[in-house]
């Protein structure tokens, strides 16, 4: 019965590992990508940012002037602040032309699946 019961925790516990593992974010393709884009505050994104990322603040209301010269023909990844942001953002550029623009919502998110490392800057 004991061999019975380690057999049946070992079988589990294999499970719940493969489960956590099929959950776990996978990380984007930024190979070709022409810009990865954080609508986030200038305050938020000088705190810490991805390393090769462009501020451009949503919530200015510069959005749409400060992206149009970008290719309407390049690939982007862009987050913000917070879902709704992004979508936001994500959706004024497809209104625009930009038809590879990958919206992976909040800055978090975008940490765990752009592999690039981060720029972290201290208040002093």
Known sequence: MQKLRFALSAVIATVIVFAVVACAPAKLDITN?????DTRPYADYYK??????????YSTGDFIALTTPLPKDGKYIIFGS???EATSAA???FNRGY?????VGTYDNAKTVIDLPLVKNSNK
């Open 82 to 84: 917070s879902d709704d």
């Open 99 to 103: 038809v590879a623009v990958t919206n």
């Open 48 to 57: 810490e940012h991805i390393v090769g990322s462009i501020n451009i603040d």
């Open 33 to 37: 990508v022409a810009g990865i884009i």
């Open 91 to 93: 959706q004024a550029m």
